[in-house]
């Protein structure tokens, strides 16, 4: 019997062990591109409002109109046809925070309400400010500490709309801006 050297023995090993570890940098580089993507997102939900949310007293769109989804928070989001089903003003913020249910950070999630935040009165928090979450959009999202990104004062919006890329229907999704609408 002939003796195999070596350094072929240890090639395949080698190969092996290089391909796992290109796998999990593409992996870890996927996730980083599309941090709502892979998380579990409640894209539906039961139409209640937080306490202390108060009706749009002159929405652009007012409740039962047709609008036209400009943005893309999830996929097959943008350029679907939205019935508005409710209509807020309020303070709409950029977040970035991490899951209780672990994983990496999620950073510029929209929107969170101020209505939505644990404690915080009534003034519009500057960003930079340290929050405590009490919106459930996704998994891992209730009880979340987390950083203001950016605030804005605007009319919100709760649509049902039908993605274009063939899912199901969404219903009472939270939050679109008066801004990522535009009239039919």
Known sequence: MKKMPKHLLLAPAIALLLGACSDSQTDHDNMEDTDHENMEMDHSS???VPEGL??????????GSQAMLETDHMPGMKGAEATIVGAFDTTAYTVGYTPTTGGEKVTGHK????EELKDVGEETLEPGTEVVLEADHME????AT????????TTVYMVDYTPTDGGEKVTNHKWVTESELSSK
């Open 46 to 48: 039961s139409g209640e």
């Open 54 to 63: 108060k009706d749009a007293e002159n929405p652009t769109f007012e409740v």
């Open 146 to 153: 987390a950083e203001i990104e950016s605030a804005e004062k």
């Open 140 to 143: 891992g999202m209730d009880g």
């Open 111 to 114: 929107w969170v309400i101020h």
